[in-house]
T-cell receptor, first 118, second 113 residues
Framework: DAMVIQNPRYQVTQFGKPVTLSCSQT?????MYWYQQKSSQAPKLLFH???????NEADTPDNFQSRRPNTSFCFLDIRSPGLGDTAMYLC?????????????????FGPGTRLTVL | DQQVKQNSPSLSVQEGRISILNCDYT??????FLWYKKYPAEGPTFLIS?????DKNEDGRFTVFLNKSAKHLSLHIVPSQPGDSAVYFC????????????FGRGTSLIVHP
């Protein structure tokens, strides 16, 4: 089945110790997203790739970086995690909006990585 | 400042009855709305959507109603089943802006047998 896979599912790291979360997709979608979701809050978009074009949200901390080496893979790097970065990190993919169609295409989410910073 | 609000964090319903999940938005530019469902340990999955040119969209047991003047939409599940127990996220986007939807906080629905 085509899907979005995230690894690891659970990650515990120490304050200030860099961590990398990975996302892969078999859907061949050209848009990939990273969201941060803290407890009882809405998923918050950190950044997204439209093909190779990187789009950072204005309020995403510099501490958060991303790489997309190819269509299938996308990584979230947290350079110096703080206690406030404890959250669920969701990766999602979608096709680019189609001309004449709904301007928002359905997003397909991975199961998430639950990150705990101690 | 939340542009998409789901003011009820949780809802409990008896099996077979109707579940009504509500969502309010503040951005008048939003013209496309989606509902996602999330089970524990899984990512959100798309459930149903509605464009602002419609006021109702139905898919089996799920119906979404849109009231543009009130900036309000609701998801109706009839009849509710225990398998519907999940967190439901409302999301909205604007064709004149980013195609990426803005999400609400979610409402946790529990359907009791």
């Amino acid at each position: 089945d085509a899907m979005v896979i995230q690894n690891p599912r659970y990650q515990v790291t120490q304050f200030g110790k860099p961590v990398t979360l990975s996302c892969s997709q078999t859907l061949n979608h050209n848009v990939m997203y990273w969201y941060q979701q803290k407890s009882s809050q809405a998923p918050k978009l950190l950044f997204h790739y439209y093909d190779k074009d990187f789009n950072n949200e204005a309020d995403t901390p510099d501490n958060f970086q991303s790489r997309r080496p190819n269509t299938s893979f996308c990584f979230l790097d947290i350079r110096s995690p703080g206690l406030g970065d404890t959250a669920m990190y969701l990766c999602a993919t979608s096709r680019a909006p189609l001309a004449g169609g709904p301007h928002t295409d359905t997003q397909y989410f991975g199961p998430g990585t639950r990150l705990t910073v101690l | 400042d939340q542009q998409v609000k789901q003011n009820s964090p949780s809802l409990s319903v008896q099996e077979g009855r109707i579940s009504i999940l509500n969502c309010d938005y503040t951005n008048s530019m939003f013209d496309y709305f989606l509902w996602y469902k999330k089970y524990p340990a899984e990512g959100p999955t798309f459930l149903i959507s509605i464009s602002s040119i419609k006021d109702k969209n139905e898919d089996g047991r799920f119906t979404v109603f849109l009231n543009k003047s009130a900036k309000h939409l609701s998801l109706h599940i009839v009849p509710s089943q225990p398998g519907d127990s999940a967190v439901y996220f409302c999301a909205a986007s604007a064709s004149g802006g980013s195609y990426i939807p803005t999400f609400g906080r979610g409402t946790s629905l529990i359907v009791h047998p």
